[in-house]
């Protein structure tokens, strides 16, 4: 089993930044990706950014120039800097993490991020 415990959520002006963090726990030998979701009430899920073991990232075009997601494999981490915020980036946030490629989803419970205009 994994657990993946988000934070850095909160309350941000528009125009500011937040770093979110992920960190992973449990029967863990390496992770294969690990990235970051959100989502908008009564939306779907959507990828926001992710990265994997090699060091390949990928990022929704909505975030493209203002976010960057990274890792720190020897912490089981997962960050995601958050630069130039808007208000429709404010959403709940969620970690995901898959151990082998392809393998199981894991994820967290989410973290609120909350833009103000």
């Known amino acids: 089993q994994v657990q993946l415990v988000e934070s850095g959520g909160g309350l941000v002006q528009a125009g500011g930044s937040l770093r979110l963090s992920c960190v992973a726990s449990?029967?863990?030998?390496?992770?294969?990706?690990m990235g970051w979701y959100r989502q908008a009430p009564g939306k779907q899920r959507e990828l926001v950014a992710v990265?994997?073991?090699?060091?390949?990232?990928s990022y929704a075009d909505s975030v493209k120039g203002r976010f960057t997601i990274s890792r720190d494999n020897a912490k089981n981490t997962v960050y995601l800097q958050m630069n130039s915020l808007k208000f429709e980036d404010g959403v709940v946030y969620y970690c995901?993490?898959?151990?082998?490629?392809?393998?199981?989803?894991?994820w967290g419970k989410g973290t609120l991020v909350t833009v103000s205009s």
């Open positions: 995901n993490v898959q151990l082998q490629r392809n393998g199981m989803d894991y």
């Open positions: 449990g029967t863990i030998r390496s992770i294969y990706r």
């Open positions: 990265i994997t073991s090699g060091g390949m990232t």
